[in-house]
């Protein structure tokens, strides 16, 4: 059976635990928060969560599992059979994570966690998760779904990294980041109640 490490609370965890949970896998959680220590750094180079073990192997990095998962259980598919549609819906994925996600992460400490950050790491930070979110909403389908009209891979990525990086925003820029962009909003109310997801929010807050 896998084992998913890592902690409820974190939003990769949280989106490859949806992923397990929508392709019916069985799979086992054991709670391993992001330390540096040997054990975690076996399962997970750069410390971080989550990662799974599969047969002693382990796998770090979220759409490295995602990919992994998708091939043992190609059912429901979350990626377009059709080539360049699976590449159009990673590279919004992509854009959702690298350029939205990654740069308002900066500030996580200080949103979330009792940190300080700079007027001007707040100012540069807001500059870069403004122009990602322009990318993303060039490429963001919503008919109905993020890449088009199944459920799939940029959807795990627009609820989990688009949820983080607006609750940064909200906090540290006093600022929604989804208001110029109200069909991403409605995406997210959408998402929001999806049976994976809901699940995973529920379970997260039961502990
Ligand atoms: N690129 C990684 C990012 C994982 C990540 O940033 N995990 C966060 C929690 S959501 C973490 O472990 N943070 C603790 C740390 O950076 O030490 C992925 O997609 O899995």
Known sequence: MIKLYGLRMS???SLVKAVMIEKGLEFEEVKAPPTQKEDNLARSPMG???SIEVNGEYISESLAIVS???RIQPEPALLPADPVAAAKALELALHIKLDVELA???LLPAAMFGGTASDELIETTRQEVTRGMQAVSQLMVCKPYAAGATFGIAD???YYSMGLASAISQKMFDADLLADYPQISELMT???SHPSIAQVTE?????
Request: proline share 4%; glycine share 0%; no cysteine.
């Open 156 to 158: 795990l990525y627009t």
């Open 190 to 192: 959408m998402l929001a």
């Open 68 to 70: 992994y998962l998708e």
């Open 104 to 106: 308002a992460r900066r």
């Open 203 to 207: 379970e997260a807050a039961a502990k």
């Open 11 to 13: 939003n990769y965890y």
């Open 48 to 50: 971080k969560m989550p």
